[in-house]
């Protein structure tokens, strides 16, 4: 674990039914710490009437109760339905309709799985919340997992500063790949389970379905296509369709490939360009959270290293301070497919989050 946490303090560990949290909880009950398990039902399911499976179904409840029954811990089912459809899924629709690509899970992460549940296993008694994020809380702070591939900091980034005092992830250390052996030797019922899909609310991350069944069609809305050069080449069904850097399903045929280099979600404009026309060296980073520095004028004038999505590699970067909320991050090398919406993610080299805020869009670009 990373951090060294006195015996009779109590855990309360998040359990989805998957393999790493049902891991994390061997771990800390071997460990021997007194551990409970707790999970939460935040979706129903109401996108279609299909059998198809979107997360905290029955199935995964049923199974992290039977892992808390292996491990003779108790376990709590906690409701959240409301909360994250009033502040997730709401979010998620509005900021397609807004032009934007947003990333619901960081916006859960600071607002339901590590805020409302972090709450919720205080009140239940618990001192601390595991989780089976890949990423590292090393003296309160965030870090960057060891499994590159799989790092998770990058959608913890905006979760409140404090909440790490009261936060682990016992499992940051470690690769998918060994956890899924150590599930396996551990005798963990679920070492075999799939992987949970992208987006956990959205039925085989079909997302364009799942906007039009949440807006009862109304996000369908033809609008033109048209190059950077003004140039009408095809008509698009809405801009929440699209996303910065898509190439497929433009259904245009021209003389070379065209790529999505901008929504203007105020004309029902998809803006398209040459695959060059996707690269900027700047964005502009609002509603900034800091994490591993004090006050944000510390971000002013530094260099860092930038991830603009969640499978990003690392940019370099300078950072300027605009306001109390918002920063410039000027690249050293142009970066490719910068999307609002999305979060830029500021890294110290040893991997310490320092902060993190939305990509603005429009005239930022
Ligand atoms: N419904 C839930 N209830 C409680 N905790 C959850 C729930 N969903 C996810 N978590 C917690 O958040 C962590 C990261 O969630 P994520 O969706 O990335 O799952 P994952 O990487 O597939 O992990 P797992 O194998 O544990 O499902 C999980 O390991 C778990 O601790």
Redesign the pocket.
């Known amino acids: 674990m990373d951090k060294i946490i006195n015996k009779n303090k109590t855990i309360a560990?998040?359990?989805?039914?998957?393999?790493?949290?049902?891991v994390?909880a061997y771990m800390l009950k071997k460990e021997g710490y007194n551990i409970i398990g707790?999970?939460?039902?935040?979706w129903g399911g109401e996108d279609s009437g299909d059998n198809n499976k979107t997360?905290?179904s029955l199935d995964?409840i049923y199974d992290?109760k039977r892992v808390c029954d292996d491990l003779g811990i108790s376990h709590y089912v906690v409701n959240f339905e409301k909360e994250f459809k009033e502040e997730v899924v709401k979010y998620f629709i509005d900021d397609y309709i807004n032009g934007n690509t947003p990333n619901p899970?960081v916006v859960c992460n600071r607002k339901i799985?590590l805020g409302k549940?972090v709450d919720f296993s205080k009140k239940i008694g618990a001192d601390f919340l595991?989780?089976?994020?890949?990423a590292k809380v090393i003296n309160e702070k965030l870090y960057m997992g060891d499994d590159v591939k799989k790092d998770?900091a990058y959608?913890l980034s905006q979760v409140k500063k404090d909440y790490f005092k009261s936060i682990l992830f016992p499992i940051g250390n470690y690769n998918k790949t060994y956890v899924r052996e150590l599930a396996k030797e551990l005798g963990v019922r679920v070492y075999a389970?799939k992987?949970?899909q992208e987006i956990?609310f959205v039925e085989n991350d079909d997302y364009k379905k799942f906007l039009m069944n949440m807006t009862d069609g109304k996000i369908f809305k033809n609008g033109e296509i048209v190059t950077t050069k003004g140039e009408v080449v095809g008509k698009h069904k809405g801009t929440a369709f699209y996303t910065i850097g898509q190439r497929k399903g433009l259904g245009i045929s021209y003389s070379k490939p065209l790529y999505v280099v901008d929504l203007d979600s105020k004309n029902n404009r998809v803006i398209v360009g040459d695959n060059e026309e996707l690269f900027r060296n700047k964005l502009i980073a609002i509603k900034i959270n800091l994490l591993g520095v004090e006050k944000i004028e510390e971000l002013d004038n530094i260099y860092c290293n930038i991830k603009t999505r969640s499978r990003d590699i690392l940019h370099r970067a300078k950072l300027k301070l605009i306001d109390e909320n918002k920063i410039e991050a000027s690249f050293e090398l142009g970066v490719r497919a910068i999307t609002p919406g999305q979060l830029a993610v500021f890294y110290r080299e040893d991997g310490l989050v320092l902060g993190s805020g939305f990509i603005e869009g429009g005239k930022s670009l």
């Open positions: 560990v998040a359990m989805s039914g998957g393999v790493d949290s049902s994390v707790i999970t939460m039902k935040h997360c905290c995964d992290a899970c799985k549940l595991a989780t089976g994020h890949y998770q959608f389970k992987d949970s956990c």
